[in-house]
């Protein structure tokens, strides 16, 4: 496995959205899908992204867990968010 097809496998674990994969959009419920949205957004190369409210469909426990998540894997990347 090399590193790119690594980073991704640990993003899609630490935003909880590997039991979807196979799911279709409308099987999911709508934190699942911004957490799909968020991981894909992720995914494409950029060192800065454009994110709007990305934890607004999360419940509050599920915000700070994905938020650390999220801060360290764009760490990992050299990547950075507004």
């Known amino acids: 496995m090399d590193l790119e097809t ?14 979807i994969l196979d799911k279709y959009t409308n099987e999911i419920s709508y934190g699942q899908l911004a957490r799909v949205r968020l991981c894909r957004s992720l995914i494409s190369p950029g060192l800065v992204h454009f ?5 607004a469909a999360l419940d509050p426990p599920d915000r700070s867990e994905i ?14 968010s507004l």
């Open 6 to 19: 690594a980073q991704f496998a640990a993003m899609i674990t630490n935003l909880g959205i590997d039991h």
């Open 51 to 55: 994110l709007d409210e990305p934890f």
């Open 67 to 80: 938020f650390s998540s999220l801060r360290k894997t764009m760490r990992s990347r050299s990547q950075q």
